[in-house]
């Protein structure tokens, strides 16, 4: 495989939605989440009202990456090989010693299935985007609470969450106003959301002007993606797209077949009967990659047509794209942006007149690293008697290597980019840094780091 990636060699891209085109005003929006939760919880589940106050400090706590192990209620920060570099039993941090007498220094019992990217499971849950983190600082204080009354052994609570997602986030949920989510975002959605930059507007014509087939692929369901996207595309975004999915249900598009997930027409966003085939383009739910790869083949005249997928959810997006239907991804990271960036000593990359925008200086950062957890990219090994700080590289971190293709904090990074610039790529043969543009995090490249 190439060293280098280029958009001219796809014939066709695919976009995820929720924090990849649409982003968020994400204090606002992770204020709305919680609460969403929140109230649902102490109203309908009895929980203590003490979880409805939330004060500015206790979102330090959210950081991308965590694994909370539901039956003891701790949070965990893992290392490349399954150890553990930081935890915490509620909200309130675990010292060395209780790391180690918990755990020791033996990969986490439940890495292994962990490690294949199943992110859900009776056993733990993984934190890899913005949507779930208000819920991880939910999950903490709810330990915090119970704790308070008598320490628990095991925790129970974990069903009672499922059961606020699902009231709030159902398919029904935006149609019916039920919860607290989908009314507020409706009622002022300019609260919650960020008009997409004319860069990116611009950008995708002029792929679609070239004769790339652009793709839509979102979780969310038809009635909410058409707010999102009247609101920061304008009301003619569907002109932008060839195929646009919803209620994709990712992971399962990339991995379940035609028969466990049919694609679906929509009529007034109610989902008609499963189709045998995709045969052209237009607005679809649910659905997999294997009919709509067969509907690419059509659609572009290649027996093998190269797929480019970007997404911000490694478990969702990335991995899935990747392991099951060997797409190219592009990993949108906003913790690139800002105090972790620096500009390498040198890199494999184009001419000085075609870099983009990003390249030249640092932008503000608009998310802070955690206190509490430390870099989402590296941490110190726990216990190891050495004069020395020795960092490595995260669970999270050895993700982004194995299964993006590029990564990038936005896609304001690479739009006023000529199609045909040459992005190097992470690969088995090139240093871990390599596919981090416009440049790799400062983390990565400090003195002491073990890969």
């Given at each position: ?42 109203t309908e589940k009895g929980y203590d009202k003490e979880l409805l106050t939330v004060t500015p400090e206790s979102w330090d706590f959210c950081c991308k990456g965590l694994a909370l192990d539901l039956e003891d209620g701790n949070f965990l920060k893992l290392a490349g090989d399954g150890t553990i570099l930081r935890a915490s039993h509620g909200t309130k941090s675990m010292t060395l010693e209780e790391i180690l007498e918990t755990y020791s220094r033996r990969e986490w019992k439940h890495f292994k299935t962990f490690s294949g ?335």
């Amino acid at each position: 495989m190439t060293r280098l990636f280029s958009l001219a060699e796809c014939d066709a891209l695919g976009f995820d939605l929720d924090h990849t085109l649409c982003r968020y005003n994400l204090p606002e929006t992770a204020r709305l989440i919680y609460d969403s939760f929140a109230r649902y919880l102490v109203t309908e589940k009895g929980y203590d009202k003490e979880l409805l106050t939330v004060t500015p400090e206790s979102w330090d706590f959210c950081c991308k990456g965590l694994a909370l192990d539901l039956e003891d209620g701790n949070f965990l920060k893992l290392a490349g090989d399954g150890t553990i570099l930081r935890a915490s039993h509620g909200t309130k941090s675990m010292t060395l010693e209780e790391i180690l007498e918990t755990y020791s220094r033996r990969e986490w019992k439940h890495f292994k299935t962990f490690s294949g990217m199943v992110s859900r499971s009776a056993k733990y849950y993984c934190y890899d985007n913005y949507f779930e983190l208000p819920g991880a600082l939910l999950c903490a204080r709810i330990v915090d609470c119970l704790d308070k009354h008598d320490r628990q052994t095991k925790y129970n609570f974990w069903k009672d969450v499922i059961a606020a997602i699902q009231h709030n986030y159902k398919t029904s949920a935006f149609k019916e106003n039920c919860g607290t989510y989908f009314p507020e975002v409706k009622n002022d959605p300019a609260k919650y959301l960020q008009s997409c930059p004319e860069s990116i507007k611009k950008w995708l014509r002029q792929m679609k002007n070239a004769g790339k087939v652009l793709l839509l692929i979102t979780s969310s369901h038809s009635d909410y993606c058409r707010l999102l996207c009247e609101q920061i595309l304008g009301n003619d975004f569907a002109e932008l797209f060839d195929i646009v999915i919803t209620n994709a249900l990712k992971p399962g598009f990339f991995s379940q077949t035609p028969n466990q997930r049919p694609f679906r027409t929509l009529e007034n966003d109610e989902e008609q009967e499963a189709l045998p085939s995709l045969d052209k383009p237009g607005w679809y739910s649910q659905g997999n990659t294997t009919h709509l790869y067969e509907l690419l083949k059509k659609m572009t005249g290649k027996p093998e047509p190269k797929v480019v997928y970007f997404g911000d959810s490694m478990h969702s997006d990335i991995f899935p794209a990747r392991h099951y239907s060997n797409w190219e991804t592009v990993f949108i990271l906003e913790e690139l942006s800002g105090d972790e960036v620096m500009i390498p000593v040198e890199t494999e990359s184009e001419p000085l007149e075609k870099k983009g925008k990003y390249e030249g200086h640092h932008p503000k950062a608009p998310y802070s690293v955690s206190k509490q957890w430390g870099s989402f990219f590296v941490d110190s090994i726990s216990g190891l008697e050495s004069a020395e700080e020795t960092l490595t590289n995260t669970w999270a971190c050895k993700c982004i290597s194995a299964y993006s293709t590029i990564a990038i904090p936005r896609l304001e990074a690479i739009s006023d980019l000529p199609l045909d610039y040459k992005f190097t790529r992470f690969s088995s043969n090139s240093l871990e840094t390599a596919g981090y543009y416009p440049k790799p995090p400062r983390a990565l490249l400090s003195n002491g780091f073990v890969f």
